[in-house]
Structure formats: C-alpha cells, structure tokens
C-alpha cells in the first residue's frame, strides 16, 4: 500500500466552485421536510420501477449500487448465507459479478459508475475489525466502487476515526497492523448532512460529479438524520446531523447551478417490502413502505434515482417526488449479496434523465447440483464455485484472512443448539436472553442484579453445524462470538431506581421522553415483566418483578447495559439518569465468551421473560 494522501475535495473542484460561494450556500436556510401525503393522495400507489420520455441525442449510462456492506468479506453464513434461496456474497464473488455487469454494459455502449449507500463498514466481522476496517476500505477500492455516502455505522469508532478511514494514515492507538501502511480510501465518500458544529460545513465532500458522454451527473450523500440515536454519542459529539431532504435539496440546488440537470441521491435510510407475497422477489416493489417514501417525496424531481439502505432489505421501485413525476428507488440488501443494475439515458441537450430502469442482481456463489438444488458439504453449509471467483479480490483478502485466523479460529466455548438472534412475537429473542445473562453473570461480583442488551447490537446468530475454522459441531470460535458483538462497547453497571428501570422500560415504546422507535431490550434472568402497546404511552410496562417480588419504586438496583445504551444510545435516555457508574474490564464480546466457556455448551434462552398483552 502506499503512503497516506492529501484528498482535496475532488467534488468541489469538478464544479470549479469557489469556497466562498460553498460556504455561503451552506449557511442558507432550508425548508422542513414535507409532512407525509394524506392516505388519498393519488401518488401513494407505487408505479412499476422505471421511466422513459425518449428524446433525440441521448446518451447511455450504467450504475451499479451496494450498501450496507458491513465489511462481510467473507460469504455470510448460517441462515444468512441465502438470498431467496440462492447462496451469495463473498467479497471475490461480489468483485467478479460487478466485473460481469460492467462489461455487459459496457458491450451496450454504456459507462459504469459504481456507487454505494453507507455502512460500508461498521459492525464488521472480524477480519476487517480487528484492522478497524482498513481491509474493506481497500477492498472497496480493489473492486472499483467509487462514491459511497456514509451510514450511521462509519460513525461507530467516532468521527475522528472515519476521518482517518477516508483519508489514510496509521491508527492512532494501534498502528499500522499490517505493516505497510495505510492509504486511506481511493474512493469519494460523501456526508452532506454531517455537518461540523465547529466550522458548519460538512465533514466530508457533500457532493461529486461524473460525466457521462459530456453530459454532467451530479451525487449527494447523506445519512439518515436519526444517526445520533444509534451510535454511541461519545464519538459525535463535534457533529450534527441535519434532515435528509432538506439537505439534499440544498446541495442539488448548487449542482443545478453549476448545470447539472440529472442527480443521484446516496441516502442511508430506507424502507421495505412486506407479504403477500410471502416471499417477495429482489427486484420487486411489493406493500412498500419505510422512511424513504417521504423522503422521496419531498426531494427536487432532477434526483431521478434514489440509491437507498439502512433497512437491509431488497427492493426496486418507484416513488413519487415533490413534483409528482417518479424517482427510481433502489436497495441491495446488505452483506455484498446484491448488486442493483441501473441503466439509463440522459438527454444531450437538456442535461437531464430521460430514462432509468433497475433490477437487482444475486452475487451467487455456490454450485448447483443437476436438479438445480445447491451442493452443501453439511447441512446449511454451501459449496462455494471456484469459477465464480475473482483471484485479485481473494488475494487481498486472504492476506487478512490468514493474518486474523489464529485469533479467529480458537474455540472459546459451546452452545447446545443454534441460538438466534431472531426475535419472538414478544420481541425477545432466545440470542438476546444468553447475552443479557452473560454481562450480568460477567458484572455480579460488582453487585449486579439486571442486565440489559439492545437488540440492534446482536448482529448475528450463533450456529451450532458452522465450521469455518474446523472447529467441531457446537463449538463457538472467537471469530463467530465477534460476529454476534462486533461493536466493543464496555460494559458498565450503574444504580437506577425502581421507578428509573420502569421509566427505561416505558421507553422501549414510541412516545415517551422522545422515543421514535419501538425498540424490545433484550432481559437476563429473574426480570420479567408485561407490556401493551395499545395503552397510552408512559403507562405500558405492568407486572415488573425481580426474581418474583415486585420492583419497588423507592428501591436501589444495579443495572449492568453496555456504554452505548448506557450513554443514551437507540434513545433511551433514561439511562444517562443512573449513578454509581462501574466498567467491567474488556468489551462485551469478552462477557459472551466467558459465559460461552464457563461450564456445560449453553442452551438458547427461553425468550419468555416478557409478556405482550397487545
């Protein structure tokens, strides 16, 4: 790898614009987001996923889009490991099926431009965490993407440390691990709506242009507004977030400008399908719903396509901007185990989209058998096609698979089954139970009674039959209990209340004290209690007990939480109001592991410690 590079804000200079005039633009006021349409406005059916208005002198272009890479350089495993059926993902299948769509666009007269929509890394597993993700960067840059907006997992190690991700340079506390350096990413990454409090410009390039047979095509970045409320507060406190519509609108104004008449949004927020059908299809639009619906409508009508994510879920649309004609809406899951393929047209002398049609494309990478059925070497575990990968991209990445494997690979306990993340109509999951008792079994000698776990934190399931190191049936390797908590969050106990821990409990549910979204935490062992969300919110949570007697308002409890949560992360401000406030040494994966080592394999948790009365 070569030296660290000074990175201009490339962006800026393609549109020649002044700093002055950047600067200005960035300080004008922007308008609210739209407020959502009324249940008959006639624009809230979905049209199908493409447009045309043909004119004369057109121009033909390709984007190829990803998001919510996540670092997976590995193809996903377990019940991820499919798509509808389809084994996929891998970082060397992934480069070779961007290698394949670019030249079948290419034989149509089409130029390529890869783009991407955040998370490219955060919540990695650990062969690109334990580089705090300089593998994916580099591998992002092997494969040829070339602008990506930021999502709220690039925040995960701070701004600072994105700072670092983006324009190279050897990790402060750790080094260059790998002994050759750091370059930083080739790639732009845009964050037009992270803007610092310091100087009130955007800590990254808010926008870039391509040209495409002459013709300009302008790119905002954003990520969703929410961030702050899911990543940890400590490493963004030099930042703000501001609404997605407004600032992309903003920053398309400026584009406009400088001519540019046809515009992609990168924007991580999204939305999804839901049945019937049961099993909508990866280039459907079925029962569509999500933020991203006002989101599009309330964006300029030159954003013609909208590359979506946050949500990991697949889908091509078309939804209505502000000015009632369609946006193309596109999503590829997450994981590297989709590509959307974006074709389209530009008109030469308006500048602007004359057509868009998308479909999302499977990175397959397994073998089928004569009755089209997948090769397994054991059940759940597929046969990767050694045609089907790119040796380039699997080099780069079996320099860090090895580098990582002994650490990766060593057995640190066992479990009695497969223990999922998947969570009960409750909202308990058998995963969240074993977490949750491991940091209160890992926090009692500091007097620890409860412990508490954040859904969105179990990043995967743990698989009994997985062997990725050749580890036995049943056994967890270090690299697998990662996966499940890549986050290394400390472990803290604090003292609440009675009535504190009822008022954290009450903000699992939309409405009290700012909550916007409804989220379960997950309980150890001996809490329990009942909730109903048709009552008014405050008033939720009944029958709180602890260990079968009744949680006392007056009454002192230790509560362990990881320090996200405890420093008011996914909203629950609630916490912040605790004292006595103690760290466990090490990260919560340590908790995992030890409760994982400790004795007899670990059976999944019963997932009925809470009770949903409606």
């Known amino acids: 790898m070569t030296q660290p590079r000074s990175r201009g804000r490339a962006a800026l200079r393609h549109l020649a614009a002044p700093a002055l005039a950047l600067a200005v633009v960035a300080t004008l006021p922007t308008a609210s987001r739209p407020a959502p349409a009324p249940a008959d406005d006639p624009w809230a059916a979905l049209a199908p996923v493409s447009y045309a208005t043909p004119t004369g002198g057109e121009v033909k272009g390709n984007f190829l889009s990803y998001n919510d890479f996540h670092g997976a350089i590995d193809p996903p495993g377990g019940n991820g490991a499919v798509v509808n059926g389809t084994p996929a993902g891998g970082v060397e299948y992934l480069a070779t099926w961007l290698k394949r769509l670019r030249a079948e666009a290419a034989a149509e007269g089409r130029v390529t431009t890869t783009v991407g929509a955040g998370d490219l890394i955060g919540a990695t597993p650990l062969v690109s965490a334990a580089f705090h993700d300089e593998p994916t960067i580099e591998l992002m840059d092997e494969i040829g993407l070339e602008v990506s907006s930021v999502g709220n997992h690039e925040f995960d190690e701070g701004v600072d440390e994105l700072i670092r991700i983006n324009k190279g340079g050897c990790?402060?506390?750790?080094?260059?691990?790998?002994?050759?350096g750091f370059a930083g990413a080739k790639f732009t990454y845009l964050a037009a709506n992270t803007v610092s409090r310091k100087t009130g410009l955007p800590i990254l390039p808010p926008v870039d242009v391509k040209f495409v047979g002459g013709v300009p095509v302008g790119f905002v970045g954003v990520t969703l507004e929410g961030t702050p409320d899911i990543v940890n507060p400590a490493g963004i406190a030099s930042v703000r977030f501001t609404d997605e519509v407004a600032t992309a609108n903003k920053w398309a104004g400026l584009l406009k400008l400088f001519g540019v008449k046809a515009m992609v949004l990168l924007v991580h927020e999204g939305g999804a399908q839901s049945p019937p059908p049961a099993t909508?299809?990866?280039?459907?639009?079925?029962?569509?719903?999500?933020?991203?619906?006002?989101?599009?409508?309330?964006?300029?009508?030159e954003f013609g396509l909208v590359v979506s994510g946050h949500t990991h879920r697949f889908y091509s649309c078309s939804l209505p901007n502000s000015s009632g004609a369609q946006s193309v809406v596109t999503s590829a899951g997450n994981n590297g185990q989709l590509i959307t393929d974006v074709d389209y047209s530009l008109d030469r002398r308006t500048g602007r989209f004359t057509g868009i049609?998308?479909?999302?494309?499977?990175?397959?990478?397994?073998?089928?058998?004569?009755?089209?059925?997948?090769?397994?070497?054991?059940?759940?575990t597929y046969v990767r096609n050694p045609d089907l990968v790119d040796p380039a991209a699997k080099a780069l990445a079996d320099k860090y698979r090895a580098a990582v494997a002994p650490i990766a690979n060593r057995v640190v306990g066992r479990v009695a089954g497969d223990i999922v993340r998947d969570a009960r109509p409750n909202g308990e999951s058998p995963l969240g139970d074993v977490i949750a008792d491991a940091q209160l079994a890992y926090t009692r000698s500091t007097g620890a009674q409860i412990a508490l776990m954040n859904p969105g934190g179990i990043r995967a399931s743990l698989p009994y039959a997985a062997s990725a190191g050749g580890e036995a049936p049943g056994e967890i390797t270090y690299g697998e209990a990662f996966t499940v908590q890549p986050f290394n969050n400390l472990v803290v106990t604090q003292t609440l209340t009675g009535a504190q821990l009822r008022n954290v409990l009450e903000q699992q549910f939309v409405g009290f004290n700012g909550q916007t979204t409804q989220r379960i935490l997950q309980v150890s062992a001996g809490l329990?209690?009942?909730?109903?969300?048709?009552?008014?919110?405050?008033?939720?949570?009944?029958?709180?007990?602890?260990?079968?007697?009744?949680?006392?308002?007056?009454?002192?409890?230790?509560?362990?939480?990881?320090?996200?949560?405890?420093?008011?992360?996914?909203?629950?401000?609630?916490?912040?109001?605790?004292?006595?406030?103690?760290?466990?040494?090490?990260?919560?994966?340590?908790?995992?592991?030890?409760?994982?080592?400790?004795?007899?394999?670990?059976?999944?948790?019963?997932?009925?410690?809470?009770?949903?009365?409606?």
């Not at 049609?357 to 059940?379: F, I, L, M």
């Not at 602890?546 to 420093?567: E, H, I, K, M, Q």
């Open 280 to 301: 909508p299809g990866v280039s459907d639009c079925a029962n569509f719903s999500g933020p991203i619906v006002d989101i599009v409508r309330g964006l300029r009508p």
């Open 357 to 380: 049609s998308a479909r999302n494309v499977v990175v397959e990478n397994g073998v089928r058998n004569p009755d089209g059925t997948w090769q397994q070497s054991a059940p759940g």
């Open 171 to 180: 990790h402060p506390v750790d080094g260059c691990q790998d002994g050759d």
């Open 528 to 614: 329990a209690y009942s909730y109903d969300t048709t009552a008014p919110a405050g008033s939720r949570v009944s029958a709180l007990a602890l260990d079968g007697v009744p949680v006392d308002p007056a009454a002192s409890y230790r509560v362990t939480t990881n320090d996200f949560l405890a420093n008011g992360g996914d909203g629950f401000t609630e916490l912040r109001a605790g004292t006595g406030r103690t760290t466990a040494p090490g990260f919560d994966v340590d908790a995992l592991i030890a409760y994982l080592g400790a004795g007899e394999p670990v059976a999944p948790g019963p997932a009925d410690r809470i009770t949903r009365l409606g």
